[in-house]
């Protein structure tokens, strides 16, 4: 095995999620979705995200999950559940869950994501990684050393446009060196899902469900 494979193999992939159950999912795609459209758009994001990161090296691969896993969830990932509290918190215990070697955490809202997007995470010799979001958070955060990410986590004020600002201001106040990942839009409005579909790439779930909603409603 070349030394890149064994680097890169050392990653433990983190992926946090809710289950996607109408109502509970997505709520802000309703209006003009139904909840159990809403449902199915968040499980097909959930799905390419999902198959996404079974095509990025990894030693594990490990789904942090509000909820109980369905026939959407492919073989090969570890299953835990959330934490209580708030983002922050659970973001902070989902990183405890990781052992020694680098860790990536995505979440299930940017289904155009591919795996050449993750190149050099894990391997690239910088301290943290950042991948920001257009409205202001973060859709991917990861640490070389994962047991820094509690005390650089938590407090961070979730779910605000300023919320990536102070997370990256945590990692460079820290000192940390950062891996700038590219800005993505998270899918939470029709608007966000009707951008974001021309970019997902050809088999897309998302591309598909979203597809076959249009057709529902002419």
Request: glycine share 10%.
């Amino acid at each position: 095995m070349n030394s890149r494979a064994t680097v890169a193999s050392s990653t433990t992939l983190l992926v946090i999620a809710k289950e996607p159950v109408p109502g509970r999912v997505k709520t802000r795609l309703t209006p003009p979705y139904t909840p159990q459209e809403a449902a199915a758009l968040a499980e097909a994001a959930l799905t390419d995200t999902l198959h996404t990161m079974l095509r990025v090296p990894a030693r594990r691969r490990i789904l942090v999950l509000d909820g109980t896993p369905g026939p959407w969830l492919p073989t090969g990932f570890e299953v835990e559940p959330q934490a209580s509290g708030g983002l922050d918190e659970r973001l902070a215990a989902a990183f405890e869950l990781c052992d020694a070697g680098p860790a990536l955490l995505v979440g299930m809202d940017t289904p155009h994501l591919t795996p050449d997007l993750l190149i050099g995470v894990g391997r690239d010799g910088h301290d943290a990684w950042f991948g920001p979001a257009t409205d202001g958070g973060f859709w991917a955060l990861g640490f070389a050393d994962p047991s820094r990410a509690g005390a650089l986590v938590r407090g961070v004020p979730m779910s605000t446009d300023r919320t990536g600002a102070v997370q990256r201001h945590r990692l460079v106040e820290a000192g940390l060196t950062i891996g700038d990942l590219p800005l993505l839009r998270d899918v939470d409005t029709a608007a966000d899902a009707a951008s974001v579909v021309a970019c997902c790439p050809p088999g897309s779930h998302f591309a598909a469900a979203l597809a076959s909603l249009a057709e529902t409603a002419r």
